[in-house]
């Protein structure tokens, strides 16, 4: 059974650094591509980066530069730097893989950037 749990969110004035952990089980994060989702109030969830089994990383425009993703393979968790935050990073953050077809998701954590 593949769990994700995040932890790491919390309130932060901008221009200030976070970093989201999400400790995977039943799945190994160094074979899985692993990505960090994020949902803002009255907003649809989008990717904000991903990393594929070899290591490649992909970002979303607005956080290249700033946010960084990585995993720990002996911890078996998948990191999310975070750092010059923006009012606008603010939301629920998510833990997100894909397996035989299956979605699974953590069950977020909230992350609130103040101006």
């Known amino acids: 059974q593949v769990q994700l749990v995040e932890s790491g969110g919390g309130l932060v004035e901008a221009g200030g650094s976070l970093r989201l952990s999400c400790i995977a089980s039943?799945?190994?994060?160094?074979?899985?591509?692993m990505a960090w989702y994020r949902q803002a109030p009255g907003k649809q969830r989008e990717s904000v980066a991903s990393?594929?089994?070899?290591?490649?990383?992909i970002y979303e425009d607005s956080v290249k530069g700033r946010f960084t993703i990585s995993r720990d393979n002996a911890k078996n968790t998948v990191y999310f730097q975070m750092n010059s935050l923006k009012p606008e990073d603010t939301a629920v953050y998510y833990c997100?893989?894909?397996?035989?077809?299956?979605?699974?998701w953590g069950q977020g954590t909230q992350v609130t950037v103040s101006s």
């Open positions: 990393i594929a089994s070899d290591g490649t990383t």
């Open positions: 997100y893989t894909r397996r035989f077809g299956y979605n699974y």
């Open positions: 039943g799945i190994r994060v160094s074979t899985t591509a």
